[in-house]
């Protein structure tokens, strides 16, 4: 029967590891050599079921690090099968197991060696080299959600440098590492975004840089998929930052430029300025004090072009508390502040030394003390 045909009438199948080989991994626990016993392989896959002579002889149960679990039957380490056709042994031939999942390829020993395709009832399609029966070398891999996987193999994982193409096209290109990509990789996804550089379990991770298909990007560090340590955005409508990051947001000392010309340089918590910083405007006016959740919080300076300047306690983005007015044309005001007007007990010295000391509301004068 023509490999062509075997693969297209089996189902299209999910990923699931095939079990390295016995004589790797340990016993968990009962009686591996001869008995009932649970052996652990590098990979997280468990086999339960009997053995003799330190081989896997019987009915097993696979318990793969998904939960995933499939039986087999075993003899003298051998996976055990029905050979519709062809040689099984050393040869060529296809191999129907008691799960129903078929095998058409190259044997030797007995054992699923050279080339082959596996197509998997529970739900995947292999097609490439095998090695003392185990999936080992170059091949590819067929998932039911579509997506391929063609380059290196160990252990019946992804694991050297291959090429996943998902169902609408996007692409991984890259290093694996027991079947998560982990390594220099070029990520292209379908709406034109491009990743270039480390990934970590299938993640961006380490320096890297993105681009979106407008222009805008990032260049810098990444932890698990975000932008986190010093990097540099970029947005398409001129907005720039560098500094630092943490998950994904402005955290820590950075500079943030804006298209208007205004810009802040200074502390940032949550993707907001948090702590001192200084926001210039601009036409030059400026701000230099404490900030908390975005806006201005503590004790700072405003001055703008005028010449009007503000040293004093800030609150919810307002002069508020005690604080200090300066005017261009020389007089001062000293006192308390309320919303951003003067309202409380103050002293306004004005031009020529007059005084007016007393109690102001809603930036008027009330009454002297």
């Known amino acids: 029967m023509k490999l062509s045909i075997l693969l297209t009438a089996l189902f299209a199948i999910l990923l699931?590891?095939?079990?390295?080989?016995?004589?790797?991994?340990?016993?968990?626990?009962?009686?591996?050599q001869n008995?009932?016993?649970?052996?652990?392989?590098?990979n997280g896959t468990?086999?339960?079921?009997?053995?003799?002579?330190?081989?896997?002889?019987?009915k097993s149960t696979l318990v793969y690090a998904?939960?995933?679990e499939e039986v087999r039957d075993y003899k003298n380490g051998v996976r055990q099968g029905n050979c519709v056709e062809g040689d099984c042994e050393n040869g060529e031939g296809l191999l129907m197991y008691s799960?129903?999942?078929?095998?058409?390829g190259q044997f030797k020993d007995g054992q699923r060696q050279g080339h082959g395709a596996w197509s998997h009832t529970g739900g995947f399609k292999y097609e490439g080299q095998w090695e003392k029966d185990e999936i080992q070398g170059e091949g590819i891999f067929d998932y039911t959600n579509g997506s391929r996987y063609e380059g290196e193999v160990k252990d019946g994982r992804q694991h050297g440098h291959g090429t996943l193409t998902l169902a609408d096209g996007s692409r991984n290109i890259g290093e694996w590492r027991l079947g998560e990509q982990d390594g220099p990789a070029i990520l292209l996804n379908r709406d034109g975004s491009k990743y270039e550089g480390g990934v970590k379990e299938g993640k961006p991770n380490g320096k890297g840089v993105f681009l979106h298909a407008d222009g805008s990007g990032y260049e810098g560090e990444w932890l698990e998929g975000e932008y986190h340590g010093y990097g540099s955005y970029h947005h398409a409508d001129g907005m720039k930052y560098e500094g630092y990051f943490k998950k994904g947001k402005f955290y820590g000392q950075g500079t943030l430029t804006i298209p208007n010309g205004n810009s802040y340089v200074g502390e940032h918590k949550d993707?907001?300025?948090?702590?001192?910083?200084k926001f210039t405007y601009a036409d030059g006016s400026f701000y230099s004090g404490q900030y908390q959740n975005g806006v201005r919080s503590g004790f700072g300076t405003y001055m703008n072009l005028t010449g009007d300047k503000y040293v004093g306690q800030w609150q919810n983005g307002k002069p508020n508390g005690r604080g200090e007015m300066s005017y261009p044309d020389g007089s001062k005001y000293t006192g308390d502040f309320s919303d951003g007007k003067r309202q409380g007990r103050g002293v306004l010295v004005e031009e020529g030394e007059k005084l007016k000391a007393g109690f102001w509301f809603q930036d008027r004068y009330i009454e002297s003390k």
């Open 16 to 32: 699931l590891p095939v079990a390295a080989a016995g004589i790797e991994g340990k016993c968990l626990e009962g009686d591996c």
């Open 35 to 42: 008995g009932q016993g649970t052996w652990e392989l590098p």
């Open 46 to 58: 468990k086999f339960i079921g009997q053995w003799q002579e330190g081989k896997r002889h019987g």
């Open 66 to 68: 998904d939960g995933t």
């Open 99 to 104: 799960d129903q999942s078929l095998y058409f």
């Open 271 to 277: 993707g907001k300025p948090d702590g001192q910083g």
